[in-house]
C-alpha cells in the first residue's frame, strides 16, 4: 500500500446471481482513499455506489457476492489488512466494523431496530467493541452516547435517547445513526446519502459536522451522493460511476473545470446555475436511463446515451482507464484518440 493511503481497493468485482442472468453492479473498480481525506463517489442511481460500500465492509447479502478484488486496509495499529481475504461474520470484521470504519446508511428509518431505543443502539454499539459490560462501562457508553447525540445537534438529546426510531423524525434519526457511526472515533468514515432525510438548512450543518470532526480526528470519508454541490465541498477527490465501473476520477478542482469523460460533462452541465435568464431555456438532461447492468454486451456502457459515440470505436470493447494527466484518469476510447492505449 501506497503510506499515504488508508484504503485502496483494486480491481474490485462484486456480482449478484440472477435467475435471468449475471447481473455486475460492481465491475472492476479501482480506486483509494487517502489518510484524513475525502473521496466523492458520484452517479446515478443504480450505478454501484452503495454496493461498492458494502464490498469495503464485506457485508454484500446474497445472492450478491464479490467474485473478485481486493481491499486493502491500514488498521489503527499499522498493520494492513486484505478485508476481501476475511470471513464477513469472522471475528476481525466483527471488530473491525463500527470501530475503525463506520457507515451511515441511506435509509436511516429502516436501518435502525424498531424494537430498541436509539439510546440502547447506540450504546449496545459502544459496549460490543469495549468488551466489558459492568455498571461503570455501561455507565461510560451511556455517557457516550448522550455526548454524541448533543454534538450532532439532537433536539432534547436526553429525552430523545429513550425514544424508539417510529417516534422520531427522519432528520433525528439520520443524526442518530450519525452519532452512532461517530461514537468510536472510526478511521474511515462511509456516508451514503447522510443528508437524504434532511431539509438544505439541516444538511448544510451535518456537512460542516462532518468536516469539523473529520479535521479534529483525521478521519478518511468515503462520501456517496448524488449533490455535485455537496462533493464540490467535501471531497478532495471525486470517483464518477456508471454502469458499476469508474468512468472518471482525479481531484475534484480538475474534475469540475476539466471534466474530459461525456457523462462527467453532461452531468455537470445538468446542474441549474445562477445569474443565467434564458427565457424558455431548459436544463441539459442526459436522455435515456442506465441500462441493466445484465449479461452485458463487452462495449463503452454509455454508448446509448453518449452524444459523441463513435459506434466503431466506442463497440470495440470496454474502455481501458487512460491517464490524461496527473492524477486525473478518464475511460473513454475518444479521449484524445488513445482507443485502447
Given at each position: 500500500m501506497d503510506s499515504n493511503n488508508i484504503l485502496e481497493v483494486r480491481n474490485l468485482k462484486t456480482y449478484f446471481n440472477l435467475d435471468e442472468g449475471i447481473l455486475k453492479a460492481v465491475d472492476d473498480v479501482d480506486f483509494s482513499i487517502k489518510k484524513g481525506k475525502t473521496l466523492g463517489i458520484i452517479g446515478e442511481s443504480g450505478c454501484g455506489k452503495s454496493v461498492t460500500a458494502h464490498s469495503i465492509l464485506n457485508t454484500v447479502q446474497t445472492p450478491g457476492k464479490i467474485y473478485a478484488g481486493t481491499v486493502h486496509y491500514r488498521t489503527q495499529a499499522g498493520n494492513e489488512l486484505e478485508i476481501i481475504g476475511e470471513k464477513p461474520n469472522g471475528e476481525v470484521m466483527r471488530?473491525?466494523?463500527?470501530?475503525?470504519?463506520s457507515m451511515i446508511f441511506q435509509e436511516p428509518m429502516t436501518s435502525m431496530s424498531p424494537v430498541y431505543s436509539i439510546g440502547h443502539q447506540m450504546t449496545e454499539a459502544i459496549l460490543v467493541h469495549e468488551k466489558k459490560r459492568d455498571k461503570a462501562a455501561v455507565k461510560a457508553a451511556k455517557d457516550k452516547a448522550l455526548e454524541m447525540l448533543n454534538l450532532v445537534g439532537m433536539p432534547f438529546a436526553v429525552q430523545r435517547f429513550n425514544d424508539y426510531p417510529h417516534q422520531l423524525s427522519g432528520g433525528m434519526c439520520q443524526r442518530a445513526m450519525i452519532a452512532m457511526a461517530l461514537s468510536l472515533n472510526p478511521s474511515i468514515l462511509i456516508a451514503d446519502e447522510p443528508t437524504t432525510a434532511l431539509d438544505v438548512t439541516v444538511q448544510a450543518q451535518i456537512v460542516d459536522l462532518m468536516l469539523k470532526l473529520q479535521a479534529e480526528r483525521?478521519?478518511?470519508?468515503?462520501?456517496?451522493?448524488?449533490?455535485?454541490?455537496?462533493?464540490?465541498?467535501?471531497?478532495?477527490?471525486?470517483?464518477?460511476?456508471?454502469?458499476?465501473?469508474?468512468?472518471?476520477?482525479?481531484?475534484?478542482?480538475?474534475l469540475f473545470h476539466n471534466p474530459q469523460h461525456p457523462y462527467t460533462i453532461r452531468l455537470l452541465r445538468s446542474i441549474p446555475k445562477l445569474g443565467r435568464k434564458i427565457p424558455g431555456a431548459r436544463l441539459d438532461a442526459i436522455k435515456g436511463n442506465v441500462p441493466m447492468p445484465l449479461n452485458l454486451p463487452a462495449e463503452c456502457g454509455?454508448?446509448?446515451?453518449?452524444?459523441?459515440?463513435?459506434?466503431?470505436?466506442?463497440?470495440?470493447?470496454?474502455?481501458?482507464?487512460?491517464?490524461?494527466e496527473k492524477d486525473h484518469l478518464v475511460r473513454c476510447f475518444l479521449h484524445n484518440g488513445k482507443e485502447g492505449s
Open positions: 471488530s473491525l466494523r463500527g470501530r475503525e470504519i483525521g478521519m478518511s470519508i468515503l462520501y456517496i451522493t448524488h449533490d455535485m454541490g455537496v462533493i464540490a465541498e467535501t471531497a478532495t477527490d471525486i470517483c464518477v460511476m456508471y454502469l458499476g465501473r469508474v468512468v472518471e476520477q482525479g481531484p475534484v478542482e480538475t454509455f454508448m446509448s446515451r453518449c452524444l459523441e459515440v463513435d459506434k466503431e470505436k466506442c463497440g470495440a470493447g470496454i474502455p481501458p482507464m487512460v491517464e490524461v
